[in-house]
């Protein structure tokens, strides 16, 4: 069973507009840890917000947020007043503490955000 | 700026050659990963080094050599590779292994190509 989905291949966005980027995940573990990371056509991985099963309030850093559901199992990022260099392959990626594999990430397929003027 | 870095940056080799990717970080981090990266794919875990040893290697044929001469340094030694091996290959540490909340930062990467 994917343990991350993310439904949207591409995404499409005007400068300065606020976009959602969905994530669901999947996991029978109490405690774990979502993230969200960029990845321009460079091809450096870029950590952009992290967000703690345990945590009571949505993280934010900056211009990005994550929408975080426990119940609904979703973790959506939010980019405030997009940019240019926003666009990027977005992916999303969960931790796990008890499964030994997933010690590392578990990636989503990823997202591609292009940003227009 | 990433605090993780991979050199080269770009390496081209012929399928009989024996080349090394490099990796440095100077976090204090006690983790270090491989990942491979094919296009519009998601990374794929390769090995993971804790505290310089090997902890996992995710069934990668041994013509792909970790190594991790301290904590601070991991290196990928390439012989015999096929031209399916190209790809980006992502370095990344964290502070240490497991746990939920440890973020995994990763390098600029190293894109491979095999002829």
């Known amino acids: 069973a994917q343990k991350i989905t993310q439904t949207q291949p591409g995404m499409f966005v005007q400068e300065k507009e606020a976009v959602t980027l969905d994530c669901t995940y999947d996991?029978?573990?109490?405690?774990?840890?979502l993230f969200w990371y960029k990845q321009p056509s460079s091809g450096e991985m870029i950590f952009l917000i992290y967000?703690?099963?345990?945590?009571?309030q949505n993280a934010t850093e900056g211009r990005y947020s994550l929408n975080f559901q426990k119940a609904r199992k979703s973790a959506n990022l939010v980019i405030s007043a997009s940019q240019l260099g926003d666009s990027a392959m977005y992916f999303c990626?969960?931790?796990?503490?008890?499964?030994?594999?997933?010690?590392?990430?578990?990636f989503g397929k990823g997202t591609t955000l292009s940003v227009s003027s | 700026d990433t605090e993780v870095t991979q050199t080269p940056k770009h390496l081209v080799m012929g399928m009989t050659n024996k080349k090394s990717l490099k990796c440095e970080q100077h976090?204090?981090?006690?983790?270090m990963y491989w990942y491979k990266q094919k296009a519009k794919k998601p990374p794929e875990l390769m090995f993971v080094?804790?505290?310089?040893?090997?902890?996992i290697n995710e069934s990668v044929p041994s013509r792909f050599s970790p190594e991790c001469p301290n904590s601070s340094l991991l290196n990928l030694h390439l012989h015999a590779l096929q031209p399916e091996d190209s790809a980006l290959y992502l370095c990344?540490?964290?502070?240490?292994?497991?746990?939920?909340?440890?973020?995994?930062?990763f390098g600029e990467g190293s894109w491979l190509t095999v002829v």
């Open positions: 990626a969960m931790r796990e503490p008890s499964n030994q594999a997933g010690t590392a990430l578990i």
């Open positions: 080094y804790s505290y310089e040893k090997l902890s």
């Open positions: 967000q703690g099963s345990y945590d009571q």
């Open positions: 976090m204090g981090h006690r983790a």
């Open positions: 990344a540490s964290s502070y240490r292994y497991g746990g939920s909340g440890n973020t995994i930062y």
């Open positions: 996991t029978s573990d109490p405690s774990y840890g």
